[in-house]
């Protein structure tokens, strides 16, 4: 199992990366159930966000990279009280944002990897499991 963040699958939907690109690769493994992948639900705003706000996507695009994640059918969690306030200890204790850190604890309750393409939380957190994209060995 590994945790992915909206920088990687935003990748594997909107074309940015050549066909030989660390995310399409690991996009492969999935696709290959070589890899299980999590992210928790805060996903789902985020990559709307992107696909709205950080993109010159048309609406009809838009919705086709969208109807894209969706097929992707990747497991989603959503949080339980306790899960949020492990979130704001860690985001106070590392501070980075409440949404940054639902990632990483989300991979240390599930004892694995988190993956993205965000340098600058990597270099912040300087965690074992927090794995830079290019980073990552498959």
Not at 15 to 44: C, H, T, Y
Request: charged fraction near 25%; glycine fraction near 2%.
């Amino acid at each position: 199992m590994v945790i992915v963040d909206t920088s990687i699958i935003f990748k594997w939907i909107t074309d940015e990366d050549s066909s030989n690109s660390p995310a399409l690769v690991l996009l492969e493994q999935f696709l290959n159930n070589k890899k299980g992948f999590l992210a928790p639900d805060i996903v789902l705003y985020e990559l709307a966000n992107a696909l709205s706000t950080k993109t010159s996507l048309s609406l009809e695009e838009a919705e086709k990279a969208w109807n894209m994640f969706e097929r992707l059918h990747l497991t989603i969690t959503y949080p339980k009280l306790p899960f949020i306030k492990g979130c704001l200890k860690f985001s106070k204790k590392q501070h980075i944002s409440v949404y940054d850190a639902s990632y990483i604890v989300l991979a240390q309750e599930k004892k694995c990897n988190f993956i993205t393409a965000d340098a600058k939380l990597v270099n912040n957190v300087k965690l074992p499991f927090v794995k830079l994209l290019k980073d990552y060995k498959k």
